[in-house]
């Protein structure tokens, strides 16, 4: 007799205990998500950063490729006007030239570093949450008390003398 007022309960205590666990495992993947962005967000912004600066290298680099070629052209141009403007005329072409170059290769250098940070960051997110679902999904398997509460809330019959098993495939029905 004193077992079955045991019985009766434990399955509340149990469905307590277990909706506490679950709210748990909400909770760290939640906080496991939430790093996950963080940590994404971070690397992109580290990209960016990264893309900005190697931009400002090439413009500057391009800047002082058309300052060479300038002085150059000033070195070598005779006296004459005609020629020094045509001499002018071409280093501004070519710097023009240069100018494009560089900002297309600061376009490239842009366009895939950030995406290729953002990718990592994606991946090493993803392991991160993968990693804490797996931790915290995969809990110890329902005791036979869980069991039998959860066979109570289902409306089984007989669950008190079913083993954890039946109980089992009973559930998954």
Known sequence: MAEKKSKKSTP???????SKASKNIEKKLELAAK???????KAV?????AAKASTKD????????????????KRSAPSTTSSLGQAR????????SAVAASKQAAANVAATKPAAAAKTATATAAKLVSATATKSATPKPPTLLELRAQAKAKGITGYSRMSRAI???????
């Open 12 to 18: 509340a205590a149990t469905k307590k205990s277990a």
């Open 167 to 173: 109980l089992v495939e009973r559930l998954k029905d």
């Open 58 to 73: 090439v413009r500057k680099k391009a800047k002082d490729v058309a300052h060479d070629l300038e002085s150059v052209v």
């Open 35 to 41: 790093e996950a962005i963080e940590a994404a967000e």
């Open 89 to 96: 005329d071409e280093a501004v072409a070519a710097t023009k």
């Open 45 to 49: 912004k580290k990209a960016r950063k």
